[in-house]
């Protein structure tokens, strides 16, 4: 069987959940992606909105299944020995698509031939196949022991759960005298899968709460006392967290703030690596094709809030200068760049 040797690795991503600019909401969804020699597989696809069957939020049961099917544990879920290695975000249906891929032992290697989009029981790999990508070798000493080491994770997860007490929810902390926007930003949150808690000080709570929460967010009204109280709770119950300092009172913009605040990845594994905003223009670098969708965020003289997609579309790895729309560079203005995995947000500098 012909296929060059390649590393196999994994590496946390995300899939960032939004409030888009119509009104629609996509889906917070944590996952590990396939590191194939030392590049993230999920790139080399081009624009494809995926994650893997290795995400964070499935039960353990069902991820420990995943887990041995890749190591040729279980029988594969397809016909013709494939297995599913990147599906749709929002409902995992694979109708809506799927990246998949034959999975087979050739002496001690594992073997990753034939990808395929598929949205059926049988792929079609002369109309729908992946004709640049592979096959891969992995030797099956690193590649056991990649997959193997999340399996004493997950039946140690399955066991919290069974005892009642459950895996700690991704959770952020709001922290803010707007009420009223942060009600409404605490429910976008949570519609895209990311909890959310409001209070004015944290003092007080205890160290095993504090320790649920993946970031802060400060709203303009919280002095830097009170900031500072803050940290220091999560210093003293030994929690590293992300602080974020809202922008403005805009929803989809803080909503994208706190994504790019949970974004842990490597920054050599992100698609979206860079966002300027200035002289009436965006800067951006993706390090593989991909799509970006920009949109600016602007308040006026009565702090309402005006709303302008500026850019769709897909861009070759490399720095991008894309001029905006005078529309959108007027007052305080804020430019949300996103792709499937990265958010990054950066006020207009004047």
């Not at 030797?139 to 066991?159: H, K, M, N, Q, V």
């Not at 007080?204 to 919280?222: C, K, N, S, T």
């Amino acid at each position: 069987m012909s296929a060059d040797y390649a590393t196999f690795g994994l590496a946390p991503a995300m899939r960032a959940g939004g409030v888009l600019a119509n009104g629609d909401y996509q889906v917070h969804r944590d996952f590990l992606d396939f590191i194939v020699d030392g590049r993230p597989l999920l790139h080399q696809l081009s624009d494809l909105d995926a994650v893997s069957p290795l995400a964070s939020d499935i039960p353990p049961a069902i991820f420990t299944a995943q887990v041995r099917g890749l190591l040729l544990e279980a029988e594969a879920p397809l016909a013709g020995g494939r297995y599913i290695i990147y599906g749709c975000p929002e409902c995992a249906d694979l109708e809506c698509g799927a990246v998949t891929a034959a999975i087979e032992k050739d002496g001690d290697d594992y073997v990753w031939r034939d990808f395929a989009w598929q949205t059926d029981t049988h792929a079609d790999l002369e109309l729908n196949g992946y004709h640049g990508i592979g096959p891969f070798r992995f030797p099956g000493a690193a590649y056991r022991e990649a997959l193997g080491s999340l399996l004493d994770t997950a039946e140690t997860t399955e066991a919290a759960h069974s005892a009642g007490s459950g895996a700690a929810r991704r959770r952020v902390l709001l922290i803010g005298a707007r009420v009223a926007v942060l009600a409404k930003l605490a429910a976008a949150l949570r519609t895209i899968g990311i909890g959310a808690d409001i209070t004015r000080d944290a003092t007080d709570v205890p160290a095993d709460e504090l320790r649920g929460y993946g970031a802060v967010a400060f709203g303009h009204a919280i002095d830097e006392e009170e900031r500072a109280a803050v940290r220091r709770a999560f210093d003293r119950a030994g929690v590293e967290v992300a602080y974020v300092d809202a922008l403005a009172p805009i929803v989809p913009l803080l909503v994208a703030q706190i994504e790019h605040a949970l974004d842990r990845s490597p920054l050599e594994q992100r698609r979206l690596t860079r966002l300027l905003a200035a002289d009436g223009a965006a800067g951006i670098e993706v390090s593989s094709t991909c799509r970006v969708h920009l949109t600016a965020y602007r308040l006026d003289r009565l702090y309402r809030t005006h709303t302008l997609d500026v850019f769709d579309g897909i861009l070759e790895p490399g720095r991008h200068r894309i001029a905006l729309d005078a529309k959108a560079v007027k007052g305080d203005t804020f430019i949300v760049a996103r792709t499937s995995g990265t958010v990054l947000v950066e006020p207009m500098a004047r």
